[in-house]
Nanobody, 123 residues
């Protein structure tokens, strides 16, 4: 499975962005998909995940209530709607797929990764 992220950019605090993760080359709709981010100088961290059907979702405490993950199976795409962005949300955002049945926030349980898209939030 190949993953390509898009939708990143430079925004101001309080603005919104929607990231997309487009998949090709494999049975994308059988996988859970997660979004992770890596802030400058820090380790990669979990942001959100959605199961294969789109019914179950998981969020980190830092984005709960501000970010929404969704998927369009017909388009083989997963989205991350990010509202009320703050400077601490600045990071490279990457999507990944996991064959684990239960939703997971564990980086090591994701098998295929995209290259990432930069999100920069100015104050």
């Amino acid at each position: 499975v190949q993953l390509v992220e898009s939708g990143g950019g430079l925004v101001q605090a309080g603005d919104s962005l929607t990231l997309s993760c487009a998949a090709s080359g494999g049975p994308f709709n059988i996988y859970a998909v997660g979004w992770f981010r890596q802030p400058p100088g820090k380790d990669r961290e979990f942001v959100a995940a959605i199961n294969h059907s789109g019914i179950s979702k998981l969020y980190s405490d830092s984005v709960k209530g501000r970010f929404t993950i969704s998927r369009d199976s017909a388009k083989n795409t997963v989205f991350l709607q990010m509202n009320n962005l703050q400077p601490e949300d600045t990071a490279i955002y990457s999507c990944a797929v996991s064959g684990v049945v239960a939703l997971t926030d564990t980086l090591g349980e994701y098998d295929y990764w995209g290259q990432g898209t930069q999100v920069t939030v100015s104050s």
